[in-house]
């Protein structure tokens, strides 16, 4: 008899639920979902390698509650992988929104190798099925093959791979990106030539390390710049720093980096020699017409080295944008050093050098500009090791009393500290946009030495140099 009332009471209960929830539960064949994109679209992925994560919105409009029957991807084997509203996996059923409530799906994708040296669309759809009818968000990856570099070795914590084997010269050609995972090396007596165009991309923590007597030529030229930078082309990472380590030159040989973009990595170059073991005349770099920006550390980092730099524009590193430290030889003409870092705010100058240990036997900036957001951006130490023979020569200087005292016969032909307001009110044209040349009535213009530059007659942008030059690496 109990029994018997139990399952009548049970049956009435749910009678009464079901007819609850069809008043509460949009069944009508015109509802339609609101989606935040109708189209989910990622910025060039390298084949092999997973995507940023993306999200979808997806939106109940009315009043009552939506049950979307299914969700599913339309082709489900291009590479795309879901989450929807916490659940993993390419399809859903019976997903409930709660009126004028939503839920997320979370999208990425890894492509295949496409075996085509020039970008592929590979695409897929979202399906939405409610209440009989279907709507779609479209999925949109371009998929680029690359030259994948792994490594294959360990020395302490760096995984690297050997790309040039001692005594070797090999060469990358611009026909698709290059991709390094760890440290792609560079052996003792061999040479890595880079051809222009090339494209360098970097994964988090990796670099390019030319060993003890190992050579780089990076060969890029105006129209065609070789750039090295982060794996992630998704446009929130386009000037986010620190996404790779460096290029990391050692001593034994000379190596040249010609129209080159070096970007987003925690160093830009470090060049360093062993003390004792070489002098700074057996080993150097020339830098020529080559943008180093958004480092997370230094832009140069250099232990007694020998460098040449012409043409250059450093900007907007987290520390310095040159370091110059254990002595060396050191000679800049036509460089622009600009720093308008902010977040976090830095407390290092643009431009730092010292003689700890051995001499700083000579450090030259001609018509060079040195600028900033900081209080002094040329700052250097005496700290024993032998003389410290610097000079700076009709440039624009921003520095503090204290670093000036006692050397002010080291500034020749400089503009020190110009007070910029009136016409003057700007050295730079704008500097939000990244545009380093001389504003109208800059201090910079005409500020150079034409005889610095006889045999260099153009800019970074490669306009002619006027008589006098501006300083920087820009013609006014």
Not at 52 to 69: A, D, E, H, M, W
Not at 93 to 111: G, H, L, M, R
Not at 159 to 183: E, F, H, L, M, R
Not at 283 to 311: C, D, P, Q, V, W
Request: glycine share 8%.
């Amino acid at each position: 008899m109990f029994r018997s009332k139990f399952f009548i009471l049970l049956s009435l209960l749910l009678s009464i639920y079901a007819c609850r929830r069809d008043a509460i539960v949009l069944s009508d064949k015109g509802a339609r979902l609101q989606f935040s994109n109708d189209t989910v679209l990622f910025d060039t992925v390298f084949t092999q390698m997973g995507s940023v994560t993306k999200s979808l919105v997806v939106r109940n409009p009315y009043n009552r509650t939506l049950i979307i029957s299914e969700i599913r991807l339309g082709g489900g084997n291009n590479g795309y992988r879901l989450n929807i509203d916490g659940i993993k996996g390419n399809v859903a059923k019976e997903i409930e929104i709660a009126p004028n409530d939503s839920i997320y799906i979370f999208v990425a994708v890894t492509i295949n190798p496409l075996q085509a040296n020039a970008p592929l669309v590979v695409s897929d759809s979202l399906l939405f099925t409610t209440n009989g009818n279907q709507q779609k968000v479209l999925l949109v990856a371009w998929g680029q093959d690359a030259h994948y570099i792994t490594p294959n070795s360990k020395i302490g914590f760096i995984d690297y791979s050997i790309v040039a084997q001692t005594a070797t010269s090999v060469t990358w050609t611009n026909d698709k990106p290059y991709v390094i995972y760890g440290y792609a090396v560079v052996d003792s007596a061999a040479q890595l030539n880079i051809d222009a165009g090339c494209k360098i991309h970097f994964f988090r923590n990796s670099g390019l390390w030319i060993y003890r007597g190992g050579k780089l030529m990076v060969n890029g030229n105006l129209s065609a710049q070789v750039v090295f930078q982060g794996t992630r082309l998704e446009a929130d990472y386009k000037d986010l720093n620190g996404q790779w380590d460096r290029i990391w030159i050692n001593e034994g040989a000379s190596s040249e980096i010609r129209f080159a973009v070096i970007k987003n990595a925690f160093i830009g170059i470090q060049c360093e020699t062993l003390l004792g073991r070489y002098a700074p005349d057996q080993t150097g770099l020339i830098l020529e017409n080559t943008i180093i920006k958004n480092m997370s550390g230094a832009g140069i980092l250099s232990r007694y080295y020998k460098i040449y730099g012409r043409n250059n524009l450093i900007y907007n590193c987290g520390g310095y944008n040159l370091a110059l430290t254990f002595g060396g030889t050191y000679r800049f003409t036509q460089c622009t050093f600009a720093n308008y870092w902010s977040t976090p705010t830095r407390k290092t100058p643009c431009i730092y050098f010292n003689n700890k240990q051995v001499p700083l036997d000579t450090c030259l900036f001609r018509n060079c500009i040195v600028f900033g957001n900081n209080e002094s951006e040329f700052e250097y130490e005496e700290l024993g090791g032998g003389s410290l023979q610097f000079a700076v020569e009709n440039s624009v200087i921003k520095i503090k009393d204290s670093f000036l005292s006692g050397v002010s016969s080291k500034f020749i032909n400089c503009s020190i500290n110009p007070t910029l307001s009136g016409n003057n009110a700007s050295l730079f044209k704008d500097i939000e946009k990244e545009n380093y040349e001389p504003a109208d009535d800059s201090p910079a213009i005409g500020r150079g030495n034409f005889t610095y530059i006889l045999n260099w007659p153009t800019d970074l942008k490669g306009d002619a140099w006027l008589n006098p030059p501006s300083a920087g690496c820009y013609e006014y």
